[in-house]
């Protein structure tokens, strides 16, 4: 008999007694054996119904959701301590007052995490995900989930956590994956998702797109490069030459403009002037935005929207073209020139060489500063400028704000609460659109013949052919949804949403939840809003 089987007829065994098993009372036992005794105990409590509110019972629910756990390995301490410590312990305190207790269990597919950790185990045998295919790569996904979820549901259980397992949930099992469905056609038919080219932050290693909140701050020294725009016509006696300051020569080439503050007293009688961007003499002008500052090096800055968020967002403004001259595989594209074809390291050296021999490199120093990467891997971050699917945030922040502002929600600690303010009122759209295999599919389609995009309603059987030309020769958006998308939606899709359940009205929305600071936006900042 193996071990589930065995664990099943214990708890049937068990669930028959009419109180506590006998190895939980024999006080005398010499051999004493904890395992065996707290195994006995808890089939007991979770067979008798002891962890599952009364549904008849008239007192206001307590309800708590489990922060579920990723199935990339096995819990550890912290999970100990607050599951099997802090919640378990506000849980029991709950239910002993005589409330309706609901603390509900989880686990979440945790979206590029657990693709990079099923990935790095392949490696050990020399087999890479896309040696396998998706349809292989996805069938050893949940050859993983299948191993480590009930793993990790039986070491809940080991922690003595009170959780009402007649409510088990995954992130990715059919009711989740359709109320995620379901919540993104309602965003979209709302006005709240669009598809776009926007910038984005690029991970050259795990080749997908990830969010402002998964990029991580490293200091690291690198060479500040001074580098001289020669003016594209006379200008007149005195005017000061346009030196620039850049980490990343390699992106010059990408240069549609040079920005200057509009109150520069140095720059004001020159906006609307042109100057030749080196390496490639292109003319680009002059333009004044408020986002430059004056105080940094001459107060002239490169606009680089292709490769830089702030440039993206000048460039905006001002209605500036978009050049990539560095690809998602992090090589020098065509479009960069003189310096086509290498990686961007070997370009970024070509083009301090061809400075060098222009007589363009004013000077060079060392810098110390932060610098962004992928907080997965500790990739170097790179800004690339993609068509992604969007959450419109300033439709879906001010709601979440107002909650907390007027007490409907309380962080504790409440200095937590400013933190939060901040970073909810100076947030930018969500791209919600990941380029790996393991997660919850995107619900589009587009046609290749109109280029038409198709979403269908909600309950819709997936498309089979263009809702415009009535082409047949539709496809579905590659990409996976960002795990956080399905996660946010934890405290109702586990209710029974999008129906209009009995748990829904009763047990939404939760009384506690106990978390990290450092998830506080990632997860329960996007649980306030999808809410």
């Known amino acids: 008999m193996d071990e589930a089987a065995f664990l099943f007829a214990r708890k049937k065994e ?27 105990l808890y089939a ?65 597919h945790a979206g590029i995490i657990a693709q990079v950790v099923v990935e790095n185990e392949l490696a050990k045998e020399g087999i890479t995900r896309q040696r396998l295919g998706r349809e292989k790569f996805l069938e050893e996904m949940w050859k993983w989930i299948d191993h480590y979820r009930p793993r990790i549901e039986k ?20 009711s989740k994956q359709r109320a995620v469905r379901t919540h993104f056609i309602r965003l979209f038919k709302k ?26 701050h490293v200091t690291r020294t690198d060479t500040l490069y001074y580098v001289r725009y020669p003016w594209a016509d006379p200008v007149p006696a005195g005017a000061p030459e346009v030196i620039v300051a850049t980490t990343r020569p390699e992106t010059i080439v990408a240069d549609v403009a040079v920005a200057v503050h509009p109150d520069d007293a140095r720059w004001k009688a020159l906006v609307g002037k042109e100057v030749l961007v080196p390496g490639v003499e292109r003319r680009v002008r002059i333009i004044a935005d408020e986002a430059v500052d004056p105080a940094f090096g001459t107060g002239a800055l490169k606009i680089t929207p292709g490769h830089d968020q702030t440039d993206f967002e000048i460039g905006q403004r001002h209605g500036l073209p978009v050049l990539s001259v560095i690809d998602k595989r992090g090589m020098m594209t065509p479009a960069a020139g003189p310096l086509a074809g290498p990686d961007r390291e070997a370009g970024r050296k070509m083009m301090v060489e061809k400075l060098r021999a222009s007589r363009l490199l004013v000077k060079e120093e060392p810098i110390t500063h932060a610098v962004a ?20 945030m300033d ?36 791209p919600v659109s990941r380029q790996i295999w393991w997660g919850h599919s995107i619900p589009v389609w587009y046609c ?28 579905q958006d590659p990409d996976v949804l960002d795990t956080w ?10 209710l029974g949403w999008p129906d209009k359940t009995e748990d829904l009205r009763r047990y939404y929305a939760g009384s506690v939840l106990e978390t990290g600071y450092d998830i506080l936006f990632f997860w329960v900042a996007r649980m306030i809003m999808l809410g």
């Open 14 to 40: 068990v669930r028959l007694m009419a109180g506590p098993p006998a190895s939980a009372l024999d006080l005398a036992e010499k051999n004493f054996l904890p395992a065996a005794v707290e195994a006995d």
């Open 44 to 108: 007991w409590w979770e067979g008798s119904g002891f962890f599952t509110p009364d549904p008849k019972n008239p007192e206001k629910p307590f309800v708590m959701m489990l922060p579920l756990p990723n199935i990339t390995g096995d819990l550890h301490l912290g999970h100990a301590l607050g599951f099997g410590g802090y919640e378990d312990l506000m849980a029991r305190y709950h239910r002993m007052r005589g409330e309706p207790t609901l603390y509900m269990p989880g686990t979440d």
């Open 155 to 174: 070491q809940l259980r080991m922690l003595g956590c009170s959780l009402d397992w007649s409510r088990p949930n995954f992130t990715m099992e059919p």
């Open 191 to 216: 006005g709240h998702l669009y598809r776009a080219d926007r910038i984005v932050h690029w991970c050259l290693k795990d080749q997908t797109t990830y969010s402002d909140l998964e990029v991580k």
């Open 373 to 392: 990467v992928h907080d997965r891997c500790g990739t170097l971050d790179e800004p690339l400028v993609l068509k992604q699917w969007w959450v419109r």
């Open 395 to 430: 439709r879906l922040a001010p709601p979440a704000i107002a909650a907390v502002r007027d007490g409907r929600i309380t962080i504790l600690p409440k200095y937590q609460e400013k933190v939060y303010f901040n970073w909810m009122e100076n947030i930018r759209d969500w």
């Open 448 to 475: 290749r013949d109109c280029d038409n995009v198709i979403v269908p309603d909600e309950d819709a059987p997936d498309p089979t052919r263009c809702t415009r030309c009535r082409s047949d020769d539709i496809y």
């Open 485 to 494: 998308f399905s996660s946010g939606l934890w405290p109702f899709s586990t």
